[in-house]
């Protein structure tokens, strides 16, 4: 007999070899009924692996990310299933999981191309192999014989794959006639598929090299019940309309031009604006809890980021090391600010009651993102952080990441992110070659991050192997208006940074002693969280964070000069203000504006010259009458009151 614990803490005992599978039917018939795939120590697994010693064991549904992952596993495998039976001969790469569904990387015989005309009849024959309910088979075989059986196949894409796997550690998983190179895990078998989307044809090079040959990658999306790919396809209907990209041109946020870079936004003066707000947001915050901001340089010595350990890890994913005139010398755009920020801490001798010191920067850094992978702003080559960072003593790190967790809050309640979940990252205890610093620091780290979420009574969900390289962290992952979750801010617990750049304070003992770093970064980057903020209100922000809260329409050029008194008088009320003057009619100037998402649209003529007063109509909810241009100041005062009531508190 062996023992399994199972989440709540319950244990309970069944004979060496149980599956996770007859784990969820001696819990519930129901749960056996949605289950979909089982963690093990930590490690997800299929459900019908035995189990041979005791184990910390968790169910997933499809409710449940891993759930998820191993659904569209699987579907990316009966996609390719389906190909290879319409085209004998195609050569897979990999296919893995995303956020929304998956992909297959395949090379067709022949140099034939895949066509999205041909999607159809692939998802037909999906359909028709899952209505079979086909058993997908996990089998471990030894490295000569996976090397033996994609020689025979022809396949240098998978033995070169192979040819970076221990031996031990190669399985293989077939349902039908179709077997791939793969560690898992998967469905059962094929029958859960009930609902197929293939939704794109893209180029992509082998393995993400640009000096390796192009393949085709065909994404889709599978779900377990057809009512959820309709719901989805709807979805995605709004999120065309919501898309960043589109709503920032109309909007005139931003730009891009492939005379600056690829990946180098471009902000126009609206959206310079609304950076402008929410840098201005959140030094309000920073300030009432004590943060100093400082400015640091865009590159960097070489030798910087070689002691911090960012050349290690960035260093392929950087743009190329700077050389100077001067021989030996080198830099490096940076790829992150902390570096940065250790040396202003070692600029002075620090003493105990010195800390915490907590310093904050609106900092940019650059990563050389592959070009097949940009996209707008969530994917950029040179991106902003809301970046600080904290030093403090090991006694005050726990509260000092509390008031980090507060201001997250602060935040996600200004901007009406309501949906959220908080996961704990922590390192990956099979692979500590992922990591620097000592076991020692790690279990403080993770424990006080732990401890810190508990007395908050924070609600968490635990991921292994999802810390950062040089500390575990808490992430925050917001759904939005149409149910994406995205990843914004973040706080790190990092002990190594310290010993790295051999940072230090003097203590009450009069003796030298490390400093704890806190990494913190609510927002992310500023690209993403306004591409993120764009599509969550489909452009209409807070009154607050609007870049044009209000413009003035005089109903002809007679009133031009009454337009320009009131956008004055506004603006001196601090109400950003503009006139829309152009000799158009009223009518199509009220729509020009809407499109804009421009939330107060003042219509002047005779009359209001008259009277000293103006035509309010609120964006997308019409004519809200005439008030006098005082009368409107204090009510657009009010309303921004009632938006930012209590939020720097």
């Given at each position: ?10 244990v309970r ?6 599956t ?17 795939s089982?963690s ?18 968790k ?18 495998h ?20 995303v ?27 999906m359909?028709?192999r ?17 090397i033996?059986?994609?020689t025979?196949?022809?396949?240098p ?16 998983y077939?349902?039908?006639q ?24 893209a180029?992509?090079?082998w393995r993400?090299?640009?000096k ?9 999306i ?12 709807v ?8 898309d ?29 604006q609304?950076?402008g707000?929410?840098e ?8 009432n ?13 070489v030798n910087l ?6 050349y290690?890890?960035y ?9 100077t005139?001067a ?24 003493s105990?009651?010195?800390?915490p010191?907590?310093?904050?920067e609106?900092?940019?850094v650059?990563?050389?993102e ?5 996209h ?5 080559r ?28 602060i ?5 009406d ?20 610093g ?12 732990v401890?810190?979420c ?19 962290k808490?992430?925050?992952m ?19 940074l ?23 970064a ?12 764009i599509?969550h ?51 199509r ?31 997308g ?15 657009i ?13």
């Amino acid at each position: 007999m062996i023992k399994i614990t199972l989440p709540d803490g319950n244990v309970r005992e069944f004979k060496a070899g149980v599956t996770g599978m007859e784990i969820a039917e001696a819990i519930s018939s129901r749960l056996a009924r949605e289950v979909l795939s089982v963690s093990v120590n930590g490690e997800v697994w299929d459900l019908g692996r035995p189990i041979t010693a005791d184990a910390l064991v968790k169910l997933y549904t499809w409710e449940e990310r891993e759930g998820k992952e191993t659904f569209w596993h699987t579907s990316a495998h009966l996609m390719a299933q389906a190909i290879e039976e319409f085209y004998p001969g195609t050569l897979f790469g990999i296919g893995p999981t995303v956020d929304n569904g998956f992909y297959y990387d395949i090379d067709l015989p022949g140099g034939q191309q895949l066509s999205e005309k041909e999607l159809e009849k692939i998802e037909k024959r999906m359909m028709e192999r899952s209505r079979e309910k086909q058993p997908v088979v996990r089998q471990s075989i030894s490295k000569a014989e996976a090397i033996r059986l994609f020689t025979e196949k022809g396949d240098p894409l998978k033995l070169e794959l192979i040819s970076e796997l221990e031996d031990g550690t190669i399985t293989l998983y077939s349902q039908g006639q179709f077997t791939d190179l793969c560690r898992g895990p998967h469905l059962p078998d094929t029958g859960y598929i009930k609902a197929v989307k293939l939704t794109a044809i893209a180029g992509a090079y082998w393995r993400g090299n640009e000096k390796n040959k192009m393949l085709t990658r065909v994404y889709g999306i599978t779900f377990p019940k057809q009512k959820m790919l309709e719901e989805y396809l709807v979805m995605i209907e709004e999120a065309k309309k919501r898309d960043h990209r589109k709503i920032g041109k109309e909007m005139e946020l931003f730009t891009f031009s492939e005379a600056v870079g690829l990946g180098l936004p471009l902000w126009l003066p609206k959206g310079a604006q609304l950076r402008g707000l929410l840098e201005d947001f959140l030094r309000k915050i920073q300030k009432n809890f004590g943060y100093d901001q400082v400015i640091t340089p865009h590159i960097g010595d070489v030798n910087l980021y070689k002691t911090s350990g960012h050349y290690e890890k960035y260093g392929k994913d950087s743009f190329q090391v700077i050389k100077t005139p001067a021989e030996g010398e080198e830099y490096m755009l940076k790829p992150m600010n902390c570096p940065h920020h250790c040396e202003i801490y070692k600029s002075k001798p620090r003493s105990y009651k010195d800390l915490p010191v907590r310093m904050a920067e609106f900092g940019t850094v650059y990563r050389y993102e592959q070009s097949g992978e940009l996209h707008g702003l969530t994917r950029v080559r040179g991106f902003t952080q809301d970046d600080a960072h904290i030093y403090c003593r090991p006694d005050q790190l726990k509260e000092e990441f509390k008031k980090v967790i507060d201001i997250v809050f602060i935040i996600f309640r200004a901007l009406d992110f309501k949906d959220y979940t908080a996961q704990i990252s922590l390192r990956d205890p099979g692979k500590p070659e992922k990591y620097i610093g000592s076991a020692e620091n790690w279990d403080k780290a993770e424990r006080a991050i732990v401890e810190a979420c508990e007395e908050k009574g924070l609600q968490t969900r635990t991921e292994l192997g999802e810390a950062a390289f040089y500390g575990p962290k808490l992430d925050f992952m917001i759904k939005d208006a149409l149910g994406r979750n995205w990843q914004l801010g973040t706080i790190q617990v990092d002990y190594n940074l310290p010993e790295r750049f051999q940072l230090e304070y003097i203590g009450s003992d009069d003796k030298r002693h490390r400093p704890v770093m806190i990494h913190r970064a609510p927002f992310g980057s500023l690209e993403r969280f306004v591409a993120v903020l764009i599509e969550h209100t489909a452009g209409k922000f807070p009154l607050w964070l609007t870049p044009e809260q209000v413009v003035v329409l005089p109903i002809s050029e007679k009133f031009n000069d009454y337009a320009r008194k009131v956008s004055d008088e506004l603006n001196f009320s601090d109400i950003r203000t503009v006139v829309d003057d152009r000799n158009e009619k009223i009518g199509r100037k009220i729509r020009d504006n809407e499109l804009k998402r421009v939330p107060y649209l003042l219509v002047v003529g005779e009359k209001e010259e008259e009277t000293g007063s103006v035509a309010v109509r609120r964006q997308g909810e019409g004519d809200k009458g005439t008030m006098t241009v005082g009368e409107f100041a204090g009510f657009i005062r009010e309303e921004i009151k009632r938006q930012l009531t209590g939020l720097y508190n």
